[in-house]
């Protein structure tokens, strides 16, 4: 007797365009038609005379925004009713993601056509990390929380009596496991950044008072690990871990973090950008994996406290750095 075929499911890809017992098969096409019309905007867009570009690209983005939510519920249907219960039955990890980058690129693109949003001052740096941040918050809101995928209580976020008191101790552990990792973590990138013969990719914007000081503090030390530790380690690594276990979910989270941080890199040529890519990624990976490890054990606020110290150590040196380079000049 032969073995009965496997599920379609059970088939990578198997029935990507099939709609045969979809639990939402409207939806799934809508997913599809709106990423498609959306991505296509989008390259059409880029590729359209300064005075349609900012239109198109912010149209492509909104449907391209409004396709992956779509696809994300529809994995939230069809999830739910092919997944035990103590599974993960929420949209995968990178499409969320997807989502929210998208949201927070077109937010970004937004405030620019208004006039709101300059990219290279202190002030615009932490406006366009507040809209990813909020692209993060909105995600994980709307399409992780309110599908009932996960509790906030499930993804670390203490509650019930002595919150306060937990919150605080998780913070200290937080920041004790990750600060000690900068010093080993900047040696790496410095001889990475020797054999590959790249430079580190600059993210911060110069500073000339005090006030954009504390606009970039508050940017890299606050708003940056609040929405990462929020979606990367609160809801990504949990929802992996329900499924693969701990470990795995922790590197595998670790990685993805990683993956995401080399979008910043750039370059003047392939190779430059290549090799700026590979430095980040191995610099980016050891914090990747620090923080997972401190929110295994003590929660989000040990994962957040720790990427708040991580951050602002790095930011401090790199303003003492600044300071000795032009005192030397």
């Known amino acids: ?86 599974a993960y039955r929420g949209p995968a990890p990178a499409l969320a993601f997807g989502v929210a980058v998208t949201i927070g690129t077109a937010g970004g693109l937004l405030l620019g056509l208004v006039g ?62 990750t600060v000690p990792v900068v010093i080993p973590v900047l040696v790496l990138a410095g001889v990475l950044a020797t054999i590959l013969g790249v430079e580190p990719t600059e993210r911060i914007p110069t500073v000339a008072t005090r006030f954009e000081a504390l606009l970039v503090v508050l940017a890299v030390a606050v708003v940056a690990p609040l929405g990462e530790e929020l979606f990367f380690r609160g809801f990504a690594q949990t929802a992996w871990q329900r499924d693969i276990g701990p470990r795995r979910a922790l590197v595998r989270s670790a990685i993805f973090f990683a993956l995401v941080h080399v979008l910043n890199v750039s370059g003047v040529t392939f190779g430059q950008a290549a090799g700026a890519a590979v430095l980040q990624f191995a610099v980016i990976l050891p914090i990747g994996i620090v923080l997972g490890w401190a929110f295994q054990r003590h929660g989000i606020a040990a994962s957040i406290a720790g990427h708040v110290g991580y951050n602002g150590a790095l930011l401090l040196l790199a303003i003492a750095t600044r300071q000795v380079a032009v005192q030397g000049a």
Not at 147 to 154: D, H, I, K, Q, V
Request: hydrophobic share 50%; charged share 15%; no cysteine.
């Open 116 to 177: 709101l949003f300059d990219p290279d001052g202190a002030a615009g740096f932490l406006v366009g990390l507040l809209v990813v941040g909020a692209g993060y918050l909105v995600t994980v809101v709307f399409l992780v929380v309110r599908t009932g995928a996960l509790r906030w209580s499930e993804m670390g976020w203490p509650s019930g009596p002595g919150r306060i008191a937990r919150i605080a101790w998780d913070a200290v552990f937080g920041v004790a496991v």
């Open 1 to 86: 007797m032969t073995e009965p075929d496997p599920s379609p499911s059970e088939v990578p890809g198997g029935r990507t365009f099939s709609l045969e017992g979809r639990p939402a098969p409207g939806l799934y096409v809508l997913a599809w038609l709106l990423s498609f019309a959306g991505g296509a905007l989008v390259l059409i867009g880029i590729q359209a005379n300064p005075d349609a570009r900012g239109a198109l690209v912010l149209l492509g983005l909104i449907a391209l925004a409004l396709g992956l939510s779509s696809g994300s519920g529809y994995q939230v249907l069809a999830r739910a009713a092919g997944r035990p219960p103590e």
